[in-house]
């Protein structure tokens, strides 16, 4: 059975960091692309970081110089640090698996930043 599971959202200030785990399990998993989407209230979902099996990462500009993407393979695990955060961050963040004609997404964590 394939799991996506997200972890380490939360309320964080305006300036600070949060650190998102996503840990895939039945799938082999450095085959893997892998990604983190977002999704605000009233908004649409959006790629925010990408990184392919072979590590090459990509960012949507929004995020470019404050978040980075980054896989352990030996732990199945793909991560986002998050620093500088702004009230725009706020959103669900969905970790995204994904290979040829097939995909799996996780349940989503919640990050909310304010003051």
């Known amino acids: 059975q394939v799991q996506v599971v997200e972890s380490g959202g939360g309320l964080v200030q305006p300036g600070g960091s949060l650190r998102l785990s996503c840990a895939a399990s039945g799938i082999i998993f450095r085959i893997f692309g892998m990604d983190w989407y977002r999704q605000a209230p009233g908004k649409e979902r959006e790629l925010v970081a990408a990184i392919t099996s072979g590590g090459d990462m990509n960012y949507a500009d929004s995020v470019k110089g404050r978040f980075t993407i980054s896989r352990d393979n030996a732990k199945n695990t793909v991560y986002l640090q998050m620093n500088s955060l702004k009230p725009e961050d706020t959103a669900v963040y969905y970790c995204?698996?994904?290979?040829?004609?097939?995909?799996?997404w996780g349940q989503g964590t919640q990050v909310t930043v304010s003051s």
């Open positions: 995204h698996a994904r290979a040829v004609l097939i995909e799996y």
